[in-house]
Structure formats: structure tokens, C-alpha cells
């Protein structure tokens, strides 16, 4: 069986997915949609499929078997509620949303939907992510050190917080979501935000918080996009007996007893996540890593971390 996949969305992330997904066997990218109509074709044209202005010209004209979305934060909602009137399965890039409301709204009807989701967080994906995960089970971490230090994206919608979330939601989730998953659910955060006069939009140039984790580890999160690139994404953890790991895309540094060791990935992350989806889609796997439920899980923290760096007060986190 090969599934039939829609893409929501054609601008850089959804070329990735379509560069993936046309590299398995038993999958087939065959419709296209986008705003921008020749983005859309552009698109399309890289994978012999058709191209449409929308999602629900999309689902009405092209035989689907299951929908990716990706499309700029402040777009989210509509497209994925258009997907779940149909019962498909679907595929959500990060962040969810742009606010927390409308994932919530999400998350609530596919529950009851109860359709096959995957989400955009591949980092979970990586082998270097699950040794990690293997150390700390041994040594849970009392402290974890989590940044984002990077340039301004291109997307002009990305420096309005109304359009983006801001820099904590749609850039430092992929580490807060390894935070979730290696030290434990997040409790509460207080943070602080700043930007300087020139800054384009409303977006804080930099954003420092403290995080309580349930199990009584802390944190602290940093985030800036001062820099001309990137310059640090990842998280380190401090567990008793001296253990320090320190985790990336890119790689997972282990230092105990005086040693230090560092280990790449195996494992494309970016390829995973996909066959992840594709694999549960089919029936071959209970479930992806990270479906929606779990995905929204994460957004709490990032909009937590936003509303404390504009209110100035502690935000709790629930779920």
C-alpha cells in the first residue's frame, strides 16, 4: 500500500518534508497547497503533484490519505480543523499555534476525532536523544540549562509576536520539549523579556527565565536572536554523582568520572519523524513519538514562558 500525502503549506519546511516522504517506497506527496500559488506549483512540480490555492480545494479535488500542515504559526487552525472534518490523519509542523488557545481547541477535537497525528518535533527522533534519556533514568537531573541563541529568521511574520508567538514559541520549543522529556514536566516559569528601540516588530530580543519542574529539578532558558546565525540550541542537564550531558541536534557530550565523551547522531532526525508518521498512518506502529496531545504539552511551556515575559509574573503550567 503506498499512502497519499496532502501538503499544507509549500515554503521551506514543507520542501523538506516533500524531499523526505518522495524517498520512501510506500509514500506518495500528490497534492500541494498554498496562499501563494506558485510556491504551490513550484512545489508540486519537485514531486509530480498537483498544486491548489487551499486546503479545502485540496480536499475536495485530490485523493488523500493523509495531510501534513505546514504553514507560519498564525495560520494554524483552520487548515488542521478542514483535515479533521475528513478523519485523516495528520501531520503538524511546529509550533502548533501561534497562541495557546487555538491548539487547545485542536488538541480537543482529535480526541474525539481520534485520528493518527505526528508532530514536528524530530529532535525526539535522534538515537544521541534516546541514550541520553537511558543515562538519566539512573541520575534524574536536579538542573537543566536550556538555550536558543540565533539570528532573525527571514519571514517578515516571524518579528510580530501576534504572527510567530515570539522567539520562546517557535524556536526555543524544540528545547523545552527535550526538557519535558529528560527532566520532567514543568511546574512553573518566571521569565523576562527585552528588545532594543531598532528592533523590527514586537518580538523580545532576548528572553531569560527560571523554570520549576514538578519532580523539584530547576532551570533556567535563554533566548536570543541578536546573533548574525546560529550560535547555540540545545540542552544541558546536571544530575547528582557529576553527571553532565550535554545535548543537541547535533550531538550528545557525556562528562562523568573525568571523562568526557561525545557521540553524533545515527539517526537523520528530520527522515525519522516522517517515517514515524507514514509507519503509524499505515497500522505499523501504535502511535509517532509525539502526537498532538503531547506536542501541545510542550506549547504550554512556550506560551507560559511568553505571558510571564510580558505580564512580568510567575506563570503555572498545566495539563
Known sequence: MSVRIGMVGAGGVAVRHVRVLSGFDDTEVVAVADTVPEAAERLASTCGARAYPDVDRLLAAADVDAVYVCVPPFAHGGPERAVLARGLPLFVEKPLAADLDTATELAAEIADRGVVTGTGYHWRCLDTVERAAALLADAPPRLALGAWLDKVPPPAWWSTRALSGGQVVEQLTHVLDLARLLV???EEVTAAGSRHDASPGD?????????????GAVGTFTASSLLPAKHTAGLRTVSPGGLVLD???????????????TVTPAVDGHRAVDREFVDAVLGRRESTRVPYAEALATHRVGCALAESAATGKPVGVTR
Open 184 to 186: 520532567g514536566e514543568v
Open 203 to 215: 518580538v523580545d530580543d532576548v528572553t531569560a527565565a527560571s523554570v520549576r519542574f514538578r519532580g
Open 247 to 261: 545535548l543537541s541536534e547535533q550531538e550528545l557530550v557525556v562528562e562523568r568520572d573525568g571523562r568526557r565523551d
